[in-house]
């Protein structure tokens, strides 16, 4: 019998999708009479309890800071259990956006322009909107730098753009990014195989944390999305190469606008949701792949060094 540790919820602001995704997990996992399993959150007594439990591998449904940065990766590294997802390396620069960014942009693949700004106690206004008028034009999309799940980002005009950046002061520093308009593909890696993509339609501005998590929200999702095989192909070969980039293992998701026949990559998530509301789990399902069986081959690609 194989010794399953799930660990979910955590420190973020993530932490209630995180036990969502869990509960959907679990509830699929306990059909199988193979495993032994365990739900965990981590807390000051993690390792301690790791040590107790000694479980056969972890499976980690953590999202955003301390789950999805290299920081649960490298506590597992250290005590040489296995994992799913992946490794230290590759979730500490795939949620920081601005590195992330700079190895995409010297490998050719198209993102929007940017700025780092880092809050100074008194910062000028004036001068940080002529700044941003000047490199990007208005209107910009203003982010974390770490964040996961669209939390704290804003699209903002010349008028809102300073009461929305004073609401991110406590991060430090934050990305300012072009806005780019157009339609919102994702795409989900799943290994090495490009499971496939799909289109959302929000009906709030964007496809942020309520569009994302809310099925009040409304959000439609179009799959098959309707564009050319080719743009299919080219779409779907970017998700792979930035997924291969940072070295990633297990299932990716990769967020895309799609612009004057331009594919931007915005971001790529190493611990996409597992919820009935997720994307990864309905590219999967068009493509014969259960959930169940999603599941398991996330729990097969379960390794340690990577």
Do not use: W
């Not at 230290?88 to 700079?102: F, G, N, Q, R, T």
Request: contains cysteine.
């Amino acid at each position: 019998m194989k010794k399953i540790l799930i660990v979910a919820g955590g420190y973020s602001n993530e932490r209630e999708i995180s036990l969502l995704t869990a509960k959907s997990v679990l509830k699929e996992l306990k059909k199988n009479k193979k495993y032994k399993l365990k739900i965990k959150e981590p807390d000051g007594n993690f390792v301690k309890e790791l040590r107790l439990y000694k479980p056969d591998l972890v499976l980690n449904l953590l999202h955003g800071r301390y789950g999805e940065d290299g920081y649960i990766q490298a506590i597992l590294e250290s005590e040489k259990i296995k994992y799913t997802h992946s490794g230290v390396l590759s979730s500490s620069l795939a949620i920081d956006k601005e590195l992330s960014k700079k190895i995409f942009l010297k490998n050719k693949i198209l993102t929007p322009k940017y700025i780092k700004f880092i809050f100074k106690k008194n910062f000028e206004k004036k001068k940080i909107i002529q700044k941003v008028q000047k490199k990007l034009n208005f209107p910009v999309v203003i982010k974390p730098i770490n964040e996961g799940s669209s939390v704290n980002v804003f699209i903002c005009n010349k008028s809102n753009f300073i009461i929305n950046i004073i609401k991110l002061k406590s991060y430090g520093e934050i990305l300012i990014e072009k806005y780019i308009p157009g339609r919102e593909i994702q795409v989900a890696i799943l290994g090495k195989e490009k499971l496939g993509a799909i289109e959302l339609k929000p009906k709030r501005k964007f496809y942020d944390y309520e569009a994302k998590y809310n099925p009040k929200a409304k959000t439609e999702h179009i799959i098959p999305v309707k564009i050319s095989k080719k743009n299919h192909d080219k779409v779907t070969n970017i998700a792979l190469k930035a997924h291969n980039l940072l070295k990633c293992r297990g299932v990716t998701r990769s967020d895309f606008r799609f612009y004057k026949n331009k594919f931007y990559l915005l971001e790529i998530n190493t611990q996409p949701g597992m919820t009935s509301l997720s994307l990864v789990p309905e590219i999967a399902r068009y493509n014969n792949i259960s959930f169940k069986k999603l599941i398991q081959r996330i729990i097969y690609d379960a390794s340690i060094n990577k």
